[in-house]
Nanobody, 123 residues
Framework: QVQLVESGGGLVQAGGSLRLSCAAS????????MGWFRQAPGKEREFVAA????????YYADSMQGRFTISRDNAKNTVYLQMNSLKPEDTAVYYC????????????????WGQGTQVTVSS
């Protein structure tokens, strides 16, 4: 089993930045790709970004490209999401997920999920 715990969410003004962290524990060798998703009230969960085991390959949703950066530190069993130039429409609960294929943006590709962390962007 793999356990994922997100942290780093909070309230920021439009144009500000946050860095989210996701700490993994358990049998982490069973998971290679890591991803971030988000879900706003009344909306479906959407893909944000994904990263390969090596950290050398990344994949972003078009709306996040150039503003968000995903990275990982395997020595710490941690994946990060750096969010810059935040907009009110970025307000959502952000979820960390572990899966198999980093090029697949579908939630069904992921087997393990964190509890989520709230990000609120004010105007």
């Amino acid at each position: 089993q793999v356990q994922l715990v997100e942290s780093g969410g909070g309230l920021v003004q439009a144009g500000g930045s946050l860095r989210l962290s996701c700490a993994a524990s358990g049998r982490t060798f069973s998971t290679t790709a890591m991803g971030w998703f988000r879900q706003a009230p009344g909306k479906e969960r959407e893909f944000v970004a994904a990263i390969s085991w090596s950290g050398l390959s990344t994949y972003y949703a078009d709306s996040m490209q150039g503003r968000f950066t995903i990275s990982r530190d395997n020595a710490k069993n941690t994946v990060y999401l750096q969010m810059n130039s935040l907009k009110p429409e970025d307000t959502a609960v952000y979820y960390c997920a572990g899966g198999k294929t980093w090029t697949n943006a579908q939630p069904s590709n992921y087997d393990y999920w964190g509890q989520g962390t709230q990000v609120t962007v004010s105007s």
